[in-house]
């Protein structure tokens, strides 16, 4: 199916020429790329105040909405290798943010916990991570958020129950 025209051109720099962006334009993973590195840029310029990167907010933000979540848990829920989390929570841990204690289930397990000094900042962080998608996302209106959201859960989650992962 042809594409519409789509030209880009950078008028500060006279060397380069009009470029044609419909292909690139057309398929999904150029689009959610481009949507991604908007918000991603933003949020680490922000989330540097509390020296945080994406993963470690991620990881952080489980922590506090599942006190005693355990390693094995987060890397399911977040696609992550389990030698890549063990530097992760041992840096978080260096750094007085998280807390390791046993699992009351689970005699091999340890639960991880937010210290105080790291419930205060992730009380910090998630507002201003709330802020940023606000901003972010200013251009659509609250019915198409949620269906933006819902459509971009649809390629990366599976329906329940058929080898689903988080």
Do not use: W
């Not at 918000?39 to 945080?52: K, P, R, T």
């Not at 929570?89 to 916990?113: C, F, K, T, Y």
């Not at 910090?124 to 991570?129: C, I, K, P």
């Amino acid at each position: 199916m042809p594409h519409p025209a789509k030209t880009v051109s950078k008028a500060a720099d006279p060397s380069v020429q009009t470029v044609d962006t419909s292909y690139l334009e057309s398929l999904m993973g150029y689009n959610a790329r481009r949507a991604s590195l908007a918000i991603i840029s933003e949020f680490l310029a922000q989330m540097s105040v509390y020296g945080l990167r994406p993963v470690d907010f991620s990881v952080l933000s489980l922590i506090t909405h599942n006190p005693g979540i355990t390693s094995r848990q987060l890397c399911v829920a977040l696609g992550l290798l389990p030698p890549n989390l063990v530097g992760l929570v041992n840096s978080l841990q260096g750094r007085e943010l998280i807390l390791r204690r046993p699992h009351p289930h689970d005699g091999r397990a340890m639960g991880l916990h937010l210290s105080a000094k790291g419930k205060k900042m992730m009380r910090d962080a998630e507002q201003t991570a709330a802020e940023l998608e606000r901003n972010a996302t200013s251009a659509l209106n609250p019915t198409e958020n949620r269906q933006l959201m819902s459509l971009l859960k649809k390629i990366y989650q599976k329906p329940s129950g058929k080898g689903a992962t988080a």
